[in-house]
Structures are given as C-alpha cells and as structure tokens.
C-alpha cells in the first residue's frame, strides 16, 4: 500500500524540522567504514564514496558511474507523469489480465456501471495484483499471483463513498481479494488466460485452509466454528510472494489487522490484548467494515480469529483440488514476501520481511533437506526461526527464537514473532519489503522502503529506532536497499556481512544524505523500492511505491516505476514507468524468459481502457521486439 510519508509543510519547513544536520552523523561513519572495507562483495562497494563527496554535488557521481559500461540492453527511459504505461525503445507491452477479467467459462465482462456481481467476485481476476510467480505444470504456463486489499469506492462504484451497505458488498469484497492461479498461453496477438483449464482456480477471504506447524491446534488458534485450531478460512492481503524449489506458492499475508473490528469493547486476556497492540488490530478496522457484516471479524465475538490470520500460505498450484497450508512456522507478522533458497547441505532457507516501520527481517531453516523427489510435506513446518541483527561495523547474526532464549513455548513464538524478535534485541528496520536472493551469487537484497519514524519514535512494541546501521538517515523518506552476504557461502550460516546498495534520495533537490547514494542521479530518481527480483542474468529489478507527487523532495521522481540495477557496478537505471497513481509490484518470467510479466496495482488514471472506464489493477505482459529474453 501506498505510504505517505510528509506532511503539507513546505520543503524548508519539512527539511528543517525533519533532517537537522550535525557535522558528523552516523550515515557518514557508516559510510567511511564501508569505505574502509572496500573489497567486500565482489571489489566494488556500490554505494556512496562518503557522504561528503555526496555533498560534492551530482556531476561527480554521475561522471564516476559513467565509466563502468552498461550491462543493460535498453536504453534507459525518463520518468513520466501520465496514465499509461511505457518501456524503452525495441520492448512492447501488451495487458494481460485486469481486475474482473473472467478465469473461467461463463462468466460476464467486467460491468462497468456496478463494478461486477458478488457472485462472479470469485470467478474473475482479483483486485490489487501485487507478488505473482510463473510455473510449468505439465507443460501449461501458470500463473499464480496476489490480490492484496480492495479499492473499495472503484469496486463498489454505487455504495456512497466505498462503503459496503450490505452482507453481499462485503462477500464481493472478500471474493475478490486472496489469490488467483491461471494458465495462459501465447498466440500471435501476444498472451491470454486460458479460461478452460482445469488448473484455474481462485482462493478468497472464505476459502478452506489448513494451519500446520508449531501454533497448529493451540488454545490461541481454536474459535467456535473451529474448536480444533487447525482449519481457517481465507488468506489475507497477499502481498509479496515466494516459490519453493518443489515447484509451490508461498502467498504473504501482511496488513490482515486492517479486516477485523468491534461491534462492541472486546473482552480479551492480557497475551491476546497485547498482541492486538503490536499488530494494530482496533475496534475501527481499516474500512472493510467486515465486522459489521460477518462475525467471523468482529473480535468482540471472536478474539482468537485474528491469530488466524499473518502468516505464509504455500498453494499447490498443479493440484487446483489441494488445500493451502498455513505454515505457522514461518512466524506470524506482517508478511511481505518470501524468498527461499538452498543452503549447501540442501536445507530450506526462506528470508521474510514484516512490513511496518521499525519491524524486523526474518529467517526459517529446515531441519531437514530438501531432496528432489522426496516428500516436501513437512519441510515448512519442522526448523528454527531467526531475526537479524544487524552491527554497525557491516557484519550481523541471525539470532534463534528458542524457547530457551525468550521464554515463551514454540506456539507463542509462531503467534506473537514480533515480540519474540524484540526479546533478544532485533534491529528496528525501515520497513522491509521483498526479500530478493540472488541466483548467481551468493547473497541477498532487501528493500526497505522508507520510515518517516527512524530516529524520531519507536515502533509499535517500544523498541528503539535508533539512525545507523543499515537505517542510517532519520525520518527516512526516500528508502534504501540492504544486502547481506551469509558466512562461508552458505545462507543456513548465523553470520553475515552487509551493505548498502543503494540509498534513494534527490541530488536535484539535496546536497546532503537525502541526495541519495552514489549510484542516484538525475536519471534515474526514484523513492520507496518495495517489489524485487533478481533475474536469470543476475539483474536486479526494482520495484517502486512511493510519492509519485513529482514535486518539492520528490521532484523529478514522476510515477512509480521500475528499475534494473547491475549489483556489480551499482549502477540503476529505468526500465518502465506505470500510469499515475499506480504501484508497479510483482515480476515473473515465462518459462522460456522471453517474456516478462510485471503488476500495475491501484492506478488512479482510467487505465488500462481509457477515459470514462474504471481504473483496473493489470498485470501486463512485456516483450522484446526481437523476441530475445528479457531477463
Ligand atoms: Fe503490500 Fe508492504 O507492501
Ligand atoms: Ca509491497
Ligand atoms: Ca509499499
């Protein structure tokens, strides 16, 4: 979701208010250390040469970056302010797929005039696309991808304001978000969804789910309508996404508090109502008005039904009759995505982000090792949880959440990370969004979007936002991308070594932190990374959702974007801009990675049918004129 992060102070006021200047603050020390450690992560360190020669102005940043050649093979486009899409010269883009796009026979195009029955709500393409990932499955081309919140006034255009009037706008409401798994071929106008095939399959806010690993069956996961705690309804703002190397869906369940609310004051026990407290779970709700309508989400009736919600949901995407596994030992947060790897001995790491500001970046491994072929059933479900703790001379640890070190059983854990990771000292992030792990080396990147309270407040548990480390500017409005490099080559290792790749900023407009790393320019301005992958070829593509004002702090940044960034060289340049308004989120490639697959989530604009339609969150297909891979 989009974040703001100013006020309606002007730049000076903003500026003088938010970023007073010592001589030497901590992003400079940071930065020297760095410096003083050139060599680590391949020989080239690919952020700033100290923020001094920052200050030094743009030109010499950007005439050091000059010399390294490109490894891109586009040329890089200017940011835009209009309502389409563009990509550079000798690519093409084609739609693909647009919220209430039918998945299966029968069913009507999109009614513009209501925005589509609740009944079909369950049958088309979801709202808010956002974390997809491509399979083959038998030789069909599958698509499974997110459909993270509503737009409620653009879904229920004849309910005053957005506001549901009945049980039947909220059951459309909840039929169109969840997850969405399709097949779609090419043909010689480009790709379509194979409404026919029996792999499609849709996954709402009502669909059956089963919850495994260590919370499974415990008293905080049991409700009346399931006494067992072990079988939940729906999944919940899909965010960010993950594949396994079995050839599954990781869906991400993050801002999921936003759906529950009160009828009446809840009567809940000391552990619950904390827990409510950390992850912002209030009589008000975020607007679905659920609660109203349905009971399941009025916590006054049902204080546990919550806990069901937060977690990492792997989806089979070859069996459209298998049930979704809640996998509770991934931890229950604010979920961004899930990036999963292979440590050497074969074990399963998956990295996650909690996305709130000040929360933590998070680790499973495996206890045991996946082995092609074997049963993957239990690998999800059996293995230690970590948080990362970043130091400030460049190194951190992942510290286990055991029983033993904080004092509360493998249940509590898995219910309540967030305050498990707090026990044993976490750093305080600003707001980690996808974890991308990098296929042709080893190491892995983390964007961390922006936080307006770095340095200024705690987070929601009362820990400390201190500036340094790898959050080294306060009230953070621009973001920045972490990496890390696990000890020994092995990413089951507990240490690591990191830095920063890139600092977003705005030379145009500062001369100091907030200029932005050396690797930011004129060309190629952008705030809020938040989708990320590393391709085939070991580009990484960056993803953005941020002020897209294109004024004042943010001025020359235009619409939210897309960027590939070489990890070598550092250097970022700009692949695709998204229609006003919009968050350009989720990548993914066809098999044979000559075409690749990109998210345009929320557009304000009448995108992608033009003036007088509705705007409808798309996923679009992107191709090469020459028909070559595109990553
Ligand atoms: Fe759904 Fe943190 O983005
Ligand atoms: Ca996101
Ligand atoms: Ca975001």
Known sequence: MNEMTRTKLTADEWDEINFPRPEENEFDRVVERALSRRGFLGGVLAFGSGALAMRAGLLSSTAALAEEPSRFAFQPIPAATDNTVHVPEGYTWKRLVSWGDPL????????QESGGSADDADKVFGENTDGMESFLVDGRQVIAVNHEYTNNEVNLPQAEGGVPR?????????????????????????????????????????????????????????????????????????????????????????????????????????????????????????????????????????????????????????????????????????????AATLAPDGRVVVYMGDDERGEFIYRFVSSAPYVPGADTSRLLDEGQLYVARFNDDLTGEWVALTPEAIGMSDAEIAIFSRMAASRVGATTMDRPEWVAVSPVAIEAYCALTNNKNRGVKTNAGGDEQPVGGPNPREANEYGQIVRWRPMNDDHAADGFEWDLYVMAGNPTVHDDDYAGSKNINEGNLFNSPDGMAIDSTGIVWIQTDGDDSNEEDFAGHGNNQMLAGDPVSGRIE????????????????????????????????????????????????IKRDDNAPVG
């Open 104 to 111: 299966f026979p029968g069913v009507a195009e999109l009614d």
């Open 166 to 338: 009945d049980a039947g706008d909220v059951l459309k409401l909840q039929n169109l978000q969840g997850v969405a798994v399709f097949e779609i071929e090419e043909g010689p106008d480009g790709w379509t969804v194979v409404t026919d095939s029996p792999l499609n399959r849709r996954l709402t806010h009502n669909s059956p789910m089963k919850l495994s690993g260590p919370a499974a069956g415990h008293d905080l996961m049991k409700t009346e309508a399931d006494p067992s705690g072990t079988e939940s309804l729906g999944t919940f703002n899909n965010c960010g996404s993950g594949k396994t190397p079995w050839g599954t869906y990781l869906t991400c369940e993050e801002n999921f508090n936003g759906y529950f609310g009160a009828t009446e004051e809840p009567q809940l026990d000391e552990t619950v109502a904390a827990g409510y407290e950390r992850y912002g779970i209030a009589a008000e709700g975020w607007g679905y008005d659920y609660h109203k309508w349905d009971a399941r989400f009025d916590t006054s009736k049902h204080p546990n039904e919550p806990h069901r919600a937060g977690w990492i949901v792997e989806i089979d995407p070859s069996d459209p009759g298998s049930t979704p596994v809640k996998r509770t030992a991934l931890g229950r947060f604010k979920h961004e995505n899930a």
């Open 574 to 621: 700009r692949f695709l801009t998204g229609p006003k308004g919009s968050e350009v989120t989720g990548i993914c490639w066809s098999a044979d990675r000559k075409t690749m697959f990109v998210g345009i989530q929320h557009p304000d604009a009448p995108f992608p049918d033009g003036e007088g339609k509705l705007p409808r969150s798309s996923i679009i297909a």
